[in-house]
């Protein structure tokens, strides 16, 4: 029996995006509502009103972009409001659980290649670090299986909170104000973060979502969202980072081909053609404009090169790579976290090794297994209508580019693909509630 036949649609992929959370739910109160013939699972409010947690959930995300120090603003707010959602009555389900579990036995890897070393320095911290962005994931998913309203805030909380990062970005690499030099390295636009290579591939989800927003959501704020795009764009060009650039760009790419896979009428189908078409000019016109400051276009010059220097010499990127495998089939604890790089100069630059160095066999396969789950259980919801859709494409389609970005970088403290992983095991999660209501209904009319 086909999915269509199994489970009541909603509206198509370009209606949906067009929901509002009311009319998605019907009302605030909690009680599921229909969508079209689908029953919308929604949870109770966990900290006082609706309004109030979904808001402080906005505020989350929007923190999110600032991470110039450890700990950030981002942490120290998640210590402050995990605990309480969870005293609040926030229930964890089982594929929370799951995801705990896995997240844990990563974490376990660590500590265990963590005594294969004869001095601990400061690695207890970076281990704790990592459970905790583990643990935000599991957070993330379970607020939003409580209320799929949530994804509306958090992806808000993210535009604006990358907006703003991105215009520090661009103010500093062109010294707009005294001091704005902080808010580079190496010639390179890094935001209100640590590193350009973190600060780029960071505004790529809340990219997509806006070009989403142009595609399918009402055309009265158009405007405003192509503003945000642009600046969000420049930013991700600015930070000159080559992950950055091919992640927006494939991870766009994908969006867009879920949008036209998805959409059954042909007139909008046609409409999508012809808006691609224009959004590839217009992003031509900016590159061009762009390329008109001579430090933009020397160091665009220099980045534009798909192999650096550094990837490709004798113990270059890529052969500190092949470095890595070698030494994890005589170490299966791995060599300790952090230990790679002061053994050879510089880190993996890879999340495969990174598992493998600093956490052992045992997060290697705890890892692997988040992420075939990830892309398997989420991509498997790609094709089916839900009020919930939109978010999972642009997650999705940000996931399946990091995790290729994920060859060629460490993202084992990328706090932002926490939030995405937990994005898509929520929507996992609502399917999954949705699922068990169909049956349950259908049980009820077959008595």
Same mark, same amino acid.
């Given at each position: ?59 989350? +995300? ?74 935000? /994931? ?23 909170? +990358? ?10 690499? %062109?010294?707009? %104000? ?20 973190? %600060? ?76 691609? %078409? ?76 990174? /598992? ?9 396969? /705890? ?81």
């Amino acid at each position: 029996m086909s999915d269509a036949a199994t489970h009541a649609p909603g509206r198509q992929y370009g209606q949906a995006g067009g929901l509002s959370y009311l009319q998605a739910h019907g009302g605030t109160t909690g009680t599921p509502a229909p969508v079209g013939s689908l029953q919308v699972p929604v949870g109770k409010p966990t900290i006082g009103t609706a309004e109030l947690s979904r808001f402080t959930i906005g505020l989350a +995300a929007f923190f999110g972009a600032f991470v110039m120090r450890e700990p950030a603003p981002y942490e120290l707010f998640m210590v402050v409001i995990i605990p309480l959602f969870l005293l609040s009555g926030l229930k964890i389900s089982r594929l929370a659980i799951a995801l705990t579990t896995l997240w844990l036995l990563f974490n376990i890897g660590g500590l265990l290649s963590m005594f294969t070393m004869a001095d601990y320095k400061g690695i207890p911290l970076y281990l704790a670090v990592t459970l905790f962005l583990g643990l935000s /994931s599991v957070f993330w998913c379970a607020v939003i299986e409580a209320d799929m309203g949530r994804l509306r805030t958090i992806m808000r909380g993210y535009v604006l909170g +990358a907006t703003i990062t991105a215009l520090f970005g661009i103010a500093g690499y %062109f010294n707009a %104000f005294p001091g704005a030099s902080m808010f580079t390295l190496y010639d390179r636009a890094m935001g209100v973060f640590q590193d350009p290579n973190v %600060f780029g591939p960071f505004l790529v989800l809340p990219t997509i979502y806006l070009v989403y927003g142009l595609l399918f959501r009402s055309l009265s704020i158009a405007p405003i969202r192509a503003v945000l795009l642009m600046i969000l764009l420049f930013g991700i060009f600015l930070s000159f980072s080559r992950a950055a650039w091919g992640l927006v760009v494939f991870s766009g790419g994908l969006l867009y081909f879920f949008s036209l896979i998805t959409q059954t009428d042909p007139a909008v189908r046609l409409r999508l053609i012809l808006m691609g %078409f224009a959004g590839l000019a217009a992003v031509a016109l900016a590159l061009l404009v762009a390329l008109q400051f001579e430090a933009v276009y020397e160091m665009f010059e220099v980045r534009a090169k798909v192999v650096q220097e550094y990837d490709g010499a004798e113990v270059g990127r890529f052969a500190r790579h092949w470095i890595g495998f070698a030494w994890a089939l005589e170490n299966p604890l791995g060599i300790g976290p952090l230990e790679f790089g002061l053994t050879l100069g510089e880190d993996t630059h890879n999340i495969w090794v990174k /598992s493998l160095m600093a956490y052992g066999w045992l997060g290697f396969f /705890s890892y692997l297994t988040i992420t075939v789950i990830t892309l398997v259980a989420g991509g498997r919801l790609i094709g089916r209508t839900r009020p919930w859709q939109p978010y999972l494409h642009c997650a999705y389609a940000a996931y399946v580019g990091h995790l290729l970005v994920g060859w060629v970088i460490d993202l084992d403290h990328w706090r932002h693909v926490f939030l995405i992983t937990g994005i898509i095991w929520g929507c996992i999660g609502l399917e999954l509630r949705h699922g068990q209501r169909y049956r349950r209904a259908q049980s009820e009319q077959t008595v």
